[in-house]
């Protein structure tokens, strides 16, 4: 793996989600931030996530989840 890309299980943990990246791999299959499809992914593969998808996401998901 590419040091510049993260996994959706580690970018989970840094989120705080949960351990697995189910929520995240749920968004990545069906983006509901109006951004469009996330391209580069082959089904049954670990996704590899590049910085500018991964900020995606951090900005979805710290919008979805006030901050205490």
Known sequence: MDE???TPVELSRELGMDRK???????LRN????GGPFEGHEIG???HLTQEQAE???KHFRKERPVS
């Open 4 to 6: 510049s890309t993260i």
């Open 45 to 47: 593969t670990e996704w």
């Open 56 to 58: 995606r996401i951090r």
């Open 31 to 34: 983006p509901a931030d109006g």
């Open 21 to 27: 990246g189910r929520q995240i791999r749920g968004f």
